[in-house]
């Protein structure tokens, strides 16, 4: 028998190289935006930069988009001027414009000179990586709001997606800043996320990411929500959970963007380093997904499936929790398989087995040892039992080893091997002493 393969930090290298390839195939061509505030430019901002530097040169076609405020405020406290917000919007008068200009330009050129770096012996030997910036931005003034003029802050018109879509062909980092330009020639102060979310629709995106300055939206057992449909992030922005302003912000611009047809969207919190590379190339990540499309299916199984639930079933076979079922086996009853799956992966199973006399077997309920304890097995069984009553059957039964307390805890009750159908009695290995427990299905 062969040893049991040593853990080496060489090892685990290849192990999350192997781990991140199905993300780096699906990501190849495909167009991410990403925003980041101006509190992102600290000292730790050459990550980011190495991060965003290694998606390029995977092919990934990125829109930045940059934040200023706190560059923007510390021009103003500079020259001694107002600093206004009203209903988190900056009232931008002539001053204010004009430490706005200073700041955000002198950002961009500071993120065009990261972004062109090519030291030796640094993440960016050799990335030669392009950055184009310029007009992209149509906006239009904001206008009177609950009677305050907000002067030169505007709002996003248009976003030239043509002209963008160009760069990012030409193999160009597309750089945009908070900036929106007028037919007539004026300069509008923007919001960053409203332009992050103006390109991302505008381009039909991929993914839209939103670093946040916060940590990650919660559950009520302070557990990081990693994923959240269209439907359940308007709900958490509509109901009493504390979410802090930020945070808040960040969802609402997810939230809006999938709306319009972005397809994922990503809160990763900036002080995770290396978050953002966590987030998009493993298969649970570090932050909270909102996603317009399902991201975790339960579904029929497929004869597709069949090594997904192979993988998920051998260690429990090889502990005596499940029977052992060949390949050949599997894909002969896969009709009898529902499946939990998570981006091409198979995190849970189970199987509904029927019998004469409306009675059926619920048999190889597995739920991955990563994804336990998060309701999929709850899930699992609500839909075998779902199955079961539109097949017309009254009387479910199931043979365990090890998850007694589990069944019983959810409404099975013990069982005799004289209650099992004459067939599957005749099937019953004596050598398991596997335990009945049946349950009964209401109408």
Known sequence: MAGKRKTTPQQVFVDNIRQAAPYIHAHRDATFVIMFGGESVDEHFSNLIHDLALLYSLGIRLVLVHGARPQIEQRLRRAGAQIRYVNDLRVTDDDALACVKDAVGSLRVEIEARLSMGLVNTPMAGARIRVASGNFVTARPLGVRDGVDHLHTGQVRRVDADGIRQELQARRIVLLSPLGYSPTGEVFNLSA????????????????????????????????????????????????????DDLRRHLELAVSGCRRGVKRAHLIDRHIDGGLLQELFTRDGVGTLVSAERYEDLQ??????????????????????????????????????????????????????????????????????????????????????????????????????????????????????????????????????????IKELDD
């Open 300 to 437: 029929p199984a497929g004869i597709d499936d069949v090594g997904g639930i192979l993988e998920l079933i051998e260690p429990l076979e090889a502990q005596g929790v499940l029977v052992k079922r060949s390949r050949e086996r599997l894909e002969m009853e896969i009709d009898h398989f529902l499946v939990v799956k998570r981006d091409g992966m198979i995190l849970a199973c189970a199987a509904l087995y029927p019998y004469p006399g409306k009675v059926a077997e619920l048999a190889c309920l597995a739920v991955h040892p990563d994804y336990r304890g998060q309701g999929r097995g709850d899930s699992l069984l609500a839909a075998v039992e779902q199955r079961a009553r539109r097949a017309g059957v009254r009387r479910l039964f199931v043979l365990t080893t090890q998850a007694a307390h589990w069944f019983r805890e959810r409404g099975f009750r013990p069982g005799e091997l004289a209650d099992l159908p004459v067939k599957r009695r005749a099937l019953y290995n004596y050598q398991r002493n596997s335990k009945v427990f």
């Open 193 to 244: 996320g409203e332009v992050a979310a103006a390109a991302a629709v505008a381009l039909h995106a991929d993914k839209l990411v939103l670093l946040t300055a916060e940590p990650g939206l919660r559950d009520g057992r302070r557990r990081l929500v990693r994923q959240l449909s269209l439907a359940e992030a308007e709900r958490a922005l509509g109901s009493r959970r504390r979410i802090g």
